[in-house]
């Protein structure tokens, strides 16, 4: 498991209370969870970047096929 910090953070209550209303958890698992999303937000925007240029080949009846 990756190291942990301890930190201190003071945010709005209605902005946390919303937040863990949205996560069904605590405040610890909902900030990771607000961190997560962060930091995954780079690779979010490549992928956005790269619509209409990957080219992708399968047989869409086929794959509702395997479906069943």
Sequence with gaps: MAKESKITVYVPEPLLR??????????????RR????????????????MRGRVKFSADLEKLREDRG
């Design 18 to 31: 919303e937040a863990q209303e949205v996560t069904g958890e605590g405040i610890t698992a909902t900030v």
């Design 34 to 49: 607000g961190l997560q999303l962060v930091a995954s937000h780079r690779t979010f925007q490549d992928l956005r970047r």
